[in-house]
């Protein structure tokens, strides 16, 4: 636990706004989906806003 940085939380909002219908609430599936919808070298970055993106996802839907 902890406060992630703002560029995750950055190119995970962005991502999600532009490509909404690629991401579920599966992190697995939002690791493919990020792999071929944005370009992001880093293994960790990528897991990373992957697993924001599951989050937002998941908490939008509790609401």
């Known amino acids: 636990m902890g406060i ?7 190119l995970g909002l962005e991502l999600l706004a532009k490509n909404r219908e ?8 939002n690791k493919q ?19 924001y993106i599951t989050r937002k996802i998941n908490t939008k839907r509790h609401q």
């Open 4 to 10: 992630k940085p703002s560029y995750i939380k950055t």
């Open 22 to 29: 690629k991401f579920s609430s599966n992190y697995e599936e």
């Open 33 to 51: 989906a990020l792999a071929t919808s944005a370009s992001i070298e880093s293994k960790r970055v990528r897991n990373r806003i992957a697993g």
